[in-house]
């Protein structure tokens, strides 16, 4: 595994990451992730993670496991990552659901 690109801040998994994927697994993913191991997303998001990288915004991986997908966001300011199933991701604001155009990265929808 290679060495960490970024601070992951304060780890977070929903309940469902929790139970579904195991303190185990998460480990894995979580350095996979901070390694720049973005999982199983296209380039137009590997692409978007180098950026974010570079300029400080939201990083965002995707794994395919055995257990399901699991989702790995960290914070733009790095204070935070939470590891949680896509199901788990609502909009706080809303209470929608956001949908990427390939169903692997969350975008916001417009309510206006």
Not at 78 to 87: A, D, G, I, K
């Amino acid at each position: 595994m290679s060495a960490a690109r970024f601070e992951l801040g304060v780890v977070t998994a929903t309940p469902a990451a929790l139970l579904d994927f195991g303190p185990a697994l998460i480990a894995d993913l979580l350095a996979c992730h901070a390694s720049g191991d973005w999982g199983d997303l296209d380039a137009f998001d590997r692409r978007a993670n180098e950026r974010a990288l570079r300029e400080g915004f939201r990083i965002f991986s995707a794994y395919d496991t055995p257990a399901g997908r699991a989702w790995i966001i960290t914070e733009a300011d790095r204070s935070s990552t939470c590891v949680l199933r896509p199901e788990a991701y609502r909009c706080a604001a809303t209470g929608a659901a956001w949908m990427h155009r390939s169903s692997r990265r969350s975008l916001p929808t417009s309510t206006h």
